[in-house]
């Protein structure tokens, strides 16, 4: 059986890569860090000053494993950088429902 950790950030790459068009990646990307049972998607922009060097980074949104119940969970950021449960989309065994959720965006918190 699959580790269904390796399939799911298949899936966020996938996402990351098909919601920023290839045109704006030179000034804008979304990408995604795997760390233990956690993913996190990131918006990553070019820096805007010329003296400025490193690109920066505003984190998303998270999904989290839960290896006994094998199911994923959404979280959201807050502005302290903390995370909360998203509680508009219950757990899945595919993160491909959460991901539509973010995509979609019904309140807004992902994307503003």
Do not use: H
């Amino acid at each position: 059986m699959s580790d269904p950790r390796l399939i799911a950030v298949a899936a966020v790459e996938l996402f990351c890569e098909a919601r920023i068009p290839e045109q704006y990646r030179e000034d804008v990307r979304l990408e995604c860090t795997r760390r233990g049972n956690t993913i996190t998607i990131l918006e990553r922009r070019a820096p805007w000053n010329p003296d400025l060097t490193d690109w920066t980074s505003l984190k998303i949104a998270q999904l989290r494993f839960d290896p006994p119940s094998q199911q994923w969970s959404l979280f959201c950021r807050d502005s302290n950088e903390r995370w909360w449960p998203y509680e508009e989309i219950q757990t899945s065994a595919s993160v491909d429902g959460l991901l539509a959720e973010i995509d979609a965006d019904p309140t807004g918190i992902f994307w503003g």
